[in-house]
C-alpha cells in the first residue's frame, strides 16, 4: 500500500522587459520602474526559474495548498506589474467641520487640525511609496502593492473617528481609486 502525494504547480510567464532572479526562496523582480523582492521561505513552497517562466508548486490539493498557491501567483504577478506598471491609490480629503491640513515630512504624512484637534495625526509612510499632495487630493504611488496599499490604510486610520456616528462626522481622508501605473 503506497501513498502518493499530489502537487499543484502553476507557471508565470515573464515579459520581455522583465528581469527575475531566484536565490534559494528569495525572488527579485527587476523592470524599468525599478526592482521588488519578496521571501517566499515562509509559504512552504517550490519555486523554479527557466528562462523566462517562473514555476511555482505546491506540496498537496487540499484547500489549503490551493489558496497558498493561488496568494504565491498573485504576489509574483503584482511584483511584475509593479515594475513595469506601477501602482496608484487616488484618496479625497473630507473636511466638513474643521479644515484640515495634509502635509508630507520625511516618511510620514502629518494631519493637522483633524476635527479642531491641536495635536498632530501622523501615518507612516511604508518602503519606497510616494505621497503627493494636490488641493483635497492624496495621491499614494509606487512599485510594491504591499507598500502602498499599506500606507494608504495608515493615512485612512490615522483620521478614523471612533465613538462618533460615521453617518455624520464624515471627516477623514479615504480611498476612491485604485489603478494600475504611476501617476502623479
Known amino acids: 500500500m503506497s501513498t502518493k502525494l499530489e502537487s499543484l504547480e502553476e507557471r508565470i510567464q515573464i515579459p520581455d522587459d522583465v528581469k527575475a532572479n531566484l536565490e534559494g526562496f528569495r ?3 527587476t523592470g524599468k520602474l525599478g526592482s521588488n523582492e519578496y521571501d517566499f521561505s515562509h509559504m512552504g513552497i517550490d519555486l523554479s526559474l527557466e528562462g523566462k517562466e517562473i514555476t511555482v508548486k ?3 490539493n487540499n484547500r489549503k495548498a ?3 498557491l493561488g496568494t504565491a501567483v498573485s504576489i509574483i504577478k503584482n511584483m511584475i506589474t509593479g515594475v ?3 501602482f496608484t491609490y487616488k484618496m479625497k480629503i473630507v473636511a ?3 479644515p484640515m491640513s495634509v502635509k508630507v515630512s520625511g516618511n510620514e504624512v502629518i494631519i493637522e487640525n483633524f476635527l479642531g484637534e491641536r495635536y498632530k495625526r501622523r501615518a507612516k ?5 510616494k505621497v503627493v499632495v494636490k488641493g483635497d487630493d492624496v495621491i499614494v504611488s509606487g512599485i510594491d502593492k504591499y507598500s502602498v496599499g499599506q500606507t494608504a ?6 483620521t478614523r473617528i471612533k465613538k462618533k456616528d460615521p453617518r455624520k462626522f464624515l ?3 479615504y480611498v476612491y481609486r485604485k489603478l494600475e501605473g504611476i501617476e502623479t
Open 171 to 173: 471627516d477623514g481622508i
Open 58 to 60: 505546491i506540496l498537496g
Open 96 to 98: 466638513s467641520h474643521f
Open 153 to 158: 490604510t495608515n493615512i485612512e486610520n490615522a
Open 27 to 29: 525572488l527579485k523582480i
Open 125 to 129: 509612510i511604508v518602503g519606497n511609496t
Open 66 to 68: 490551493r489558496a497558498m
Open 84 to 86: 513595469t506598471k506601477g
